[in-house]
């Protein structure tokens, strides 16, 4: 069965720090992948998305994300976090071979930044 | 713009009431779905719907129905609310998966607490 995994609850940084989120998914092949951030009071907004391709794939706000088929994973990155990037983020999973788009979640980073 | 609206943004609900869970799309998806959020635990699936009157079970259907009479509406129903429901509950929704696989647009969310 899929499953995604991201081990890191809650992380803080401050601002202009660096950041990587991790996520590890589980599935039988190459899933689809998908970043998710949710602002406090807010639904979710897709930051990025891999198919397939170019395993480094860049996203809104500034992030990038790094697809690593060895490891199983797919780190959320940037470089020089804002005080606005604070918010959780959720990593997700889908099939390729779905035509309903359903996606499986991970537990979410809340990430909170430091001035 | 795409737009998911919940109907509403907080409700407050008795042990044993009949509960009703709006959610309304305008970018005309054939896929819609309906997810409880809980602190780490991440997004967890209820059930989802792929065109109307179409309806599969999620990952965690028990003590929820839902409705699609149009294709626009997307209803969650818990038949009678228990204080294990008190969740925040979102409704996304996506066109047909299998060639785009475009991403989940989702609702600000409904936080409901059962009493």
């Known amino acids: 069965a899929q499953s995604v995994t991201q081990p890191d609850i809650h992380i803080t940084v401050s601002e202009g720090a660096s950041l990587e989120l991790r996520c590890n998914y589980s599935?039988?092949?190459?899933?689809?992948l998908f970043w998710y951030v949710q602002s406090p009071g807010q639904g979710l907004q897709l930051l990025l998305k891999y198919f397939s391709g170019d395993t480094l794939v860049q996203g809104i706000k500034g992030f990038e994300a790094e697809f690593k088929r060895s490891q199983s994973s797919f780190n959320l990155r940037k470089p020089s976090v804002h005080w606005s990037d604070a918010a959780e983020y959720f990593c997700a999973v889908g099939s390729p071979s779905s035509n309903t788009g359903k996606l499986i979640f991970g537990q979410g980073t809340t990430l909170q930044v430091k001035p | 713009d795409v737009k998911v609206t919940q109907s509403s943004r907080y409700l407050v609900k008795r042990t044993g009431e009949k509960v009703f869970l709006e959610c309304v799309q305008d970018m005309d998806h054939e896929n819609m779905f309906w997810y409880r959020q809980d602190p780490g635990l991440g997004l967890r699936l209820i059930y989802f719907s792929y065109d109307v009157k179409m309806k599969e079970k999620g990952d965690i259907p028990e003590g929820y129905s839902v409705s699609r009479e149009k294709k626009e509406r997307f209803s969650l129903i818990l038949e009678s609310a228990s204080t294990n429901q008190t969740s925040m509950y979102l409704c996304a929704s996506s066109p047909p998966g299998r060639r785009t696989y475009s991403p989940l647009h989702f609702g600000n969310g409904t936080r409901l607490t059962v009493t």
């Open positions: 599935y039988g092949a190459t899933p689809y």
